[in-house]
Structures are given as C-alpha cells and as structure tokens.
C-alpha cells in the first residue's frame, strides 16, 4: 500500500460548527453581499449581505424550535435559491437534521425518500406541493410543509397557508400536514426573538453526531444514504481552504443542484467561508447570461459545462476566421508567462469578455475532462482545478490547488486527508483509499455496507482505481472497480481508459464502453457512441448518412486499437445521435445503458457479431414502428 498525505500551504481559522462558521464570517465581512439572485428569471437582482442572512438564519431556526421541529428530520427540495440556501443553513446551524433531496427525482421515489428518511417537514419549491400533499396523507411522521417561494403559485392554486404557533407540530392534521410559508415563520421567528424568550442560538450542537442525509444517486432501492457529521463538513472546508486560496469578495456562480455534496460544500460553505458573493444561476440557459451580467470570477462546475464553453469558443473563433491566428499565439503567451510576462488579459480580452471578462478560478469534479479542455483555459487566463470525491467523503479528496496544477490529473489529497493506492508497486494502478475527518459517519441504517467500504483501520475503500505519478505525487482516476471487465484471461480492462481515448474525437460526444460474452463464453470489448452529426455533416459539407458515420467510426476505432494492447481493443460498436441516460450530476448510468442495449439486441434476435455500425436510434424507432404496426392489427 502506497500512503500519500495531504500538505497545507495556507493558514485557515479553526471552526467545529457551521453555525460557529457563519458567525465569524458575519463578524468578518458582515456588511459585505453574501447573496445575489432573483426571485424569477425576469425579475430585479436582490441582494443579501452577511449580517441579514444570519438574522434570517435565527428567525428561521427560532420559529421552527417553537413550533415544535427543534429536534427532527427535515428535507429540503428545490431549484437553487436564497431560500434554499436559508432553510439548509438553518437545519444544520441548529435544527435536527437536514435531508437535501433531488428535486429532478420523480414522486415515488421522493415519497420513499422521505419514508427512509424519516422526514418529520419538507422545506419546499411549488412545484413540489402536490407530491409532498400526497406523501403526507400516508407518512404519519411528516407534520409540516414549508413553502420556501409561495409567490411561484399560480393564482388559481394557491394553498390556504396557517400562521405558525408554539408546539404546532404537537400534532398532525389527519391526511395531510400542517401548511406554512417560510416567511410567515420569519416573521414568526423575529416577534420570538424580539420578546427574548426563545432563541435559535442558544441550542447546543454535536459536532460529531448525524448532521446531514444524503441519498446517492442511483434507483431509490439502490441508493445508499451517507450519513455526514458538521466535524466532517467543517473540517473538509478547512483542508479545501488550505490548499485553494481565494479571498473575500469573490464573486461566485451557483449552477450545480444544491442538494449535491460537491456544490453544497465548495460552493454554499465554502464560499461562505471565504466571504465570497454568491450568485444563484438563473438556470442552465442563463448560465453565460449569469457570467456576464455579475461578472463572476469563479465557477464550480461538471465536465460537461466547461466542455461546452470550449466548444463554443473555437466555434466562435472559427466563424470570425480568428482561430489559426489564437492557435499561434497560444505557445508565444504561455513562453512568456515562464519569464514572468502576462499578456493572456490584452490578447484574450476578447475571449474572456465572452464569460463576464472577471472569470479566474474554475473548480472541476464529478468526472475526468480532457486536459487540452483545461490548457486552453488556463492559456487564456482562466485556471480550471480538477478535484476528485464522493458524497462519502465531504465530498473533495484531491485536487489540483494554488500550489500543483497538472492538467490530466487531480492533483494530491487536499490539507491533511491521506489516501492510499493500495498497490505495492510505485506508479501502478489500484484501488483509491481514503482516511481522515472527512469520511463519512457512514451509511444510515446499513451497518454491514458501512463495514464493507470503511475497514478497522479507517480507510475508506473509494471502489475507485487511480495510480499516483512518483515524479510529481499526482493522483490519476483510471477507472471503477464496478464497471471493471474481466476478460477469460483474467485480464482486466478499465472502459474509462478506452471512453477517454474516444472522447478525444471532435465528433464523439459521449461513449460507453462494456464487456458483452459472446456465444463461445468469450467477453469481447464493445462500445456505443453518441455522434455529433450536426458537426460531421459539417465538415463533410452536406447531411451525412449512417454510411458516413460508420466509415469514421470504423478509422477512430483502427486509430485507437493500434494504441492499445490487444486484449482491449473495441471489437464491436453501435452508435447513436441521442444523449445517453444521466445522473442529475451527468454521469451515464452505466447499468441502465448496457440493459437497454441487451433489450435491444434481444428485441432484434442479433448475436454480438451483428451489432457492428447498427444505429440504434433507427433500430428503435423500427421496433416503435412494429409495435404499433401489432396494435393496429
């Protein structure tokens, strides 16, 4: 076993609580913006500061003490907003225990959600009233419904809201939960605070104890719920702070869900930390919109959104015949940066101005992303650091920082967070282990699964591959023990390391690459690719036709089995012009996609040596087209 530990570079100052957290930032910047937003997407930007979100913070948490939630299990679902970010802060700063909740999940699997969760109120968006209205008429345990934004009803639909009172919750109305808004108990909260005989702040915290439930993601069935403490939070934004220097007054953008550990912890409290400007996104579309209007400096993002801009750039170069002149100054700025000379803000200014012309600092997880992605940005003046982490670990284990940038990978374990390959061998792959204060408490009501992934010694065993470069001590992902192939050899292939190679094609939006056994109890390497036609139609100059597609296909993949040992080369592909099953972190959902492709080829009667250059988008629309052709009949 290889052990690697974390180093500081920076002085950060010592917290145990999230609440103890939000008050020095109060004292610190308190009349400083925390929050910028809007309440819908044409309306006016509103605006927080440090001070007023605390105060909204002990009214909240007063009334809901009052009422008779001081203790209990509280979930909150919704888009990003200020009132999300009151209502979390809220619950963890002194209430119970906090479950954030997906709100891209469909009702029953929020319903069985709030059931293992064992939800006594929801803190919640319109959109959810009907869902979380049904939920309680068969949950005997959920008592409240708190409306975060009741100004997004629709007229006509409008519940009859309640005013809040002490020991509310004492009881349950029968087939349903008692109806509040969350300004009614602000304002509830305020005339408790101002009397003096009732306060939020006084309620003694655990720092070691269940603070937040988290549900992987995954099936509900499935999905484990990881149980974090405010130790685990707390000190994952020191080690984080130590390494990443920021500084009061940055202004960030908000994009990734709320709910999700990677942006609740860098991007809610860890910006809170730094005294930063939060700004809540307008939503996907206003994204570039959002950069420019706030001129954001930093922004935490997956993958698929930094992907997006690089391609939008080069698109925009290409059109205005700019690109051959960037690609030759590129090499010239980043020369001169080595001798200390910075021109990338004059001959970029261009570029930049596209994004809001402040953006600095980008924080990258969830999945790997093309390191030329990275150089690119890096080039022009923008710094995208690649993390890696789980909802397990708080979530970030690694990452690149202020001090190590090595595009391609994440960098080294952030403060004093130690992680182990566990390999003998220098410079080998093996599986990523984790120890230190930011593993989880472990899983909620599942001893023997928290006994499988955290051993008597306290590492966590990630089920992640990853090997370590000895020159520079860089952690690189490689692959999932999960989605790991076992070859009749005993062989093991990674189809992350062949999905990295694929992606590198400027037509392959996105690929999967699995083992399917073959008649003769063989597994052969196989992969589906997404096309972007629109870009290969392009450069042919004229609609291109699956003929087209499968000779490019065909020269990628002879391309990139010239590279590989044999026993992992692709040996059959389909392909396909419609964006893969994702998590609401955009990660493929692996299982799902390789079931649908075993449904296809059996609804077809194809044996694995049929399906080369089959389009399953027409073969699907085929077997759509027989079935109604049956019910006709």
């Known amino acids: 076993m290889q052990i690697f530990k974390g180093k500081p570079y920076f002085p950060v100052r010592h917290f145990s609580t999230i609440r103890e957290m939000i008050l020095q930032s109060v004292e610190r910047y308190g009349d400083r913006t925390a929050f910028r937003y809007r309440e819908t997407v044409n309306g006016p930007i509103l605006a927080r500061t440090y001070t007023q979100f605390e105060q909204n913070i002990q009214q909240l948490g007063t009334a809901l003490m009052a009422i008779g939630l001081g203790t209990g299990r509280?979930?909150?679902i919704g888009e990003n907003s200020y009132a999300w970010c009151v209502a979390h802060a809220t619950v963890v700063g002194g209430v119970g225990v906090v479950v954030p909740l997906d709100r891209l999940l469909p009702a029953d699997e929020i319903f069985q959600l709030l059931e293992r969760g064992e939800v006594d109120a929801v803190l919640y968006d319109p959109a959810f009233h009907d869902t979380l209205q049904s939920s309680a008429a068969k949950l005997p345990r959920l008592k409240a419904l708190i409306c975060l934004r009741p100004y997004l009803f629709p007229d006509q639909t409008v519940p009859t809201w309640i005013e809040p009172k002490r020991d509310l919750t004492a009881t349950k109305p029968v087939g349903s939960s008692h109806l509040l808004t969350i300004d009614s108990l602000l304002a509830f909260g305020q005339e408790l605070l101002q009397s003096g005989d009732f306060t939020y702040s006084d309620a003694p915290i655990d720092p070691t104890v269940l603070m937040s439930l988290l549900f992987t993601s995954g099936t509900t069935s499935a999905?484990?719920?990881?149980?974090?403490s405010q130790h685990n939070i707390c000190t994952e934004v020191q080690a984080v702070a130590s390494v990443v220097k920021l500084w009061p007054g940055i202004r960030m953008l908000s994009v990734l869900p709320l709910h999700h550990t990677f942006e609740n912890t860098c991007g809610l409290y860890m910006g809170l930390y730094y005294g930063a400007e939060i700004h809540e996104c307008d939503g996907l579309r206003y994204i570039q919109k959002n950069l420019q209007e706030y001129h954001i400096d930093m922004l935490i993002g997956v993958p698929a959104l930094f992907e997006n801009f690089y391609t939008k750039v080069w698109d925009t170069l290409r059109k205005s015949g700019k690109d051959a002149l960037i690609k030759k100054m590129l090499p010239i700025t980043d020369g001169l940066r080595k001798v200390g000379v910075d021109l990338r803000p004059i001959i970029y200014k261009q570029i930049l101005a596209a994004f809001g012309g402040r953006l600095k600092v980008g924080i990258c997880g969830a999945a790997p992303i093309k390191p030329e992605i990275i150089e690119f940005f890096d080039s022009v003046g923008f710094r995208i650091l690649q993390g890696?982490?789980?909802?397990?670990?708080?979530?970030?284990?690694?990452?690149?920082n202020s001090?190590?940038?090595v595009p391609g990978t994440v960098g080294h374990p952030v403060g004093s967070t130690e992680i182990a390959i566990d390999t003998e061998t220098p410079g080998e792959p093996g599986e990523i282990l984790v120890r230190g204060p930011i593993v989880m408490l472990g899983y909620y009501k599942d001893a023997a699964a928290t006994d499988e992934v955290i051993d008597p010694d306290g590492w966590f065993h990630t089920g992640d591959i990853g090997q370590i470069n000895p020159k520079n001590n860089c952690l690189t992902i490689t692959g999932r023990q999960k989605?790991?192939?076992?070859?009749?050899?005993?062989?093991?292939?990674?189809p992350e390391e062949i999905e990295y190679l694929l992606s590198q094609d400027e037509f392959v939006k996105e690929s999967l690459v699995w083992g399917e056994t073959d008649k003769d109890g063989e597994v052969v390497i196989s992969a589906k690719m997404v096309i972007d036609k629109a870009a290969l139609s392009q450069k042919h100059g004229q609609e291109v036709d699956d003929q087209t597609v499968q000779q490019h296909i065909e020269k990628l993949l002879k391309e990139i089995n010239s590279k590989l040992p044999t026993f992992k080369g692709v040996r059959h592909y389909v392909f396909s012009f419609q964006e893969m099953v994702k998590t609401t972190t955009l990660k493929i959902r692996r299982p799902i996609e390789i079931a649908k492709l075993r449904d296809w080829m059996a609804h077809h009667k194809l044996r694995l040596r049929d399906i080369t250059g089959r389009n399953v988008d027409q073969d699907s629309n085929d077997a759509v087209q027989d079935e109604k052709g049956k019910g006709e009949e």
């Open 74 to 76: 509280l979930a909150v």
């Open 223 to 228: 999905a484990k719920a990881v149980m974090l």
């Open 388 to 400: 890696y982490g789980l909802t397990e670990t708080s979530p970030v284990v690694a990452g690149c």
């Open 403 to 405: 001090k190590i940038f």
């Open 483 to 494: 989605s790991m192939i076992v070859l009749k050899s005993g062989k093991k292939v990674f």
